[in-house]
């Protein structure tokens, strides 16, 4: 399995990014797609994830309201749309994949991570 995120960049507050995850070699449909991130200095974090099948989603309370995760099945794509982006949410941002229907936010739980974009988010 193959992960490949991009996306990132810098964006003023207040403003909106879409990164994508593309993902092959592997039959998602039993899978759970995350993203996480991890900021200078800091530990990496979940934010979002959802389920292949059936597309439920689930988010980390620091970013409800704020982000939506979404899946293309044609593109075999995830998505992860940020608004009202403020300085604390700079970080390296990682797509991960659980090989797995089960939920899980922890990040020993995913089995596949792709190479993480830059988000900057400028004040």
């Known amino acids: 399995v193959q992960l490949q995120a991009s996306g990132g960049g810098l964006v003023q507050a207040g403003g909106s990014l879409r990164l994508s995850c593309a993902a092959s070699?592997?039959?998602?449909?039993?899978?759970?797609m995350g993203w996480f991130r991890q900021a200078p200095g800091k530990e990496r974090e979940f934010v979002a994830a959802i389920r292949w099948t059936g597309g439920t989603t689930y988010y980390e309370d620091s970013v409800k309201g704020r982000v939506t995760i979404s899946r293309d099945n044609a593109k075999n794509t995830v998505y992860l749309q940020m608004n009202s982006l403020k300085p604390e949410d700079t970080a390296v941002y990682y797509c991960?994949?659980?090989?797995?229907?089960?939920?899980?936010?922890?990040?020993?739980?995913?089995?596949?991570w792709g190479q993480g974009t830059l988000v900057t988010v400028s004040s």
């Open positions: 070699g592997g039959t998602f449909s039993r899978y759970v």
């Open positions: 991960a994949a659980r090989g797995s229907s089960w939920f899980r936010k922890v990040e020993h739980e995913y089995d596949y």
